[in-house]
């Protein structure tokens, strides 16, 4: 059954792509898996195509790929930092008002997709993550992240970006996407 589920898939895939719709798109959210409904991957699909035509959707793309590339790179230097910096930053630590700002605006993103995702509401969650551009660019232009003489505020703020990255990648793995 799971041969011709992807047999079917990949047949899906081939259909958008002559469609017109981006190949990076189509496995940004053939990539999250667990799917079996073809035609919710579509509706998937086309919300984020459209939502990556927006101002909003690109400057998030944008700041997805900051966040991430910093992470990742953390990452690489530091053994054992991905298990330090999973699950929520902690708001004690949190010292500026623009780090505040997406510590709240990640909060609240995570009260308002999940549920629109369990609606497949995918339109809904795209504008639910357009509410993260705002709070992102202000912490950019801000926060500086990488505090060395500050490790527990370092590790708070790369938490934070590592939210960021989780609370995107629960839509589709925009790590997939080209900017």
Same mark, same amino acid.
């Given at each position: 059954?799971?041969?011709?589920?992807? &047999?079917?898939?990949? %047949?899906?895939?081939?259909?958008?792509?002559?469609?017109?719709? %981006?190949?990076?798109?189509?496995?940004?959210?053939?990539?999250?898996? #667990?799917?079996?409904?073809?035609?919710?991957?579509?509706? %998937?699909?086309?919300?984020?195509?459209?939502?990556?035509?927006?101002?909003? #959707?690109?400057?998030?793309?944008?700041?997805?790929?900051?966040?991430?590339?910093?992470?990742?790179?953390?990452?690489?230097?530091?053994?054992?930092?991905?298990?330090?910096?999973?699950?929520?930053? /902690?708001?004690?630590?949190?010292?500026?008002?623009?780090?505040?700002?997406?510590?709240?605006?990640?909060?609240?993103?995570?009260?308002?997709?999940?549920?629109?995702?369990?609606?497949?509401?995918?339109?809904?969650?795209?504008?639910?993550?357009?509410?993260?551009?705002?709070?992102? /660019?202000? &912490? &950019?232009?801000?926060?500086?992240?990488?505090?060395?003489?500050?490790?527990?505020?370092?590790?708070? %703020?790369?938490?934070?970006?590592?939210?960021?990255?989780?609370?995107?990648?629960?839509?589709?793995?925009?790590?997939?996407?080209? #900017?």
């Amino acid at each position: 059954m799971e041969s011709l589920l992807a &047999f079917f898939a990949d %047949r899906l895939k081939v259909q958008m792509r002559e469609k017109g719709v %981006r190949h990076d798109i189509v496995d940004a959210v053939f990539a999250l898996g #667990g799917e079996d409904d073809l035609v919710r991957l579509l509706e %998937r699909v086309e919300a984020l195509q459209s939502f990556l035509g927006t101002d909003a #959707g690109k400057n998030l793309l944008t700041a997805y790929g900051r966040a991430a590339n910093i992470v990742r790179a953390e990452e690489k230097k530091e053994k054992g930092l991905a298990a330090k910096i999973a699950g929520a930053a /902690d708001v004690a630590l949190l010292e500026q008002a623009e780090e505040k700002n997406v510590a709240s605006a990640l909060a609240e993103l995570e009260r308002t997709v999940k549920p629109a995702l369990e609606r497949e509401d995918f339109s809904g969650a795209m504008k639910a993550l357009a509410g993260l551009r705002t709070p992102i /660019d202000a &912490f &950019f232009d801000k926060v500086t992240v990488n505090v060395l003489d500050k490790p527990a505020l370092r590790l708070n %703020r790369l938490k934070l970006l590592n939210q960021i990255r989780a609370a995107m990648d629960s839509v589709a793995d925009f790590s997939r996407i080209e #900017g």
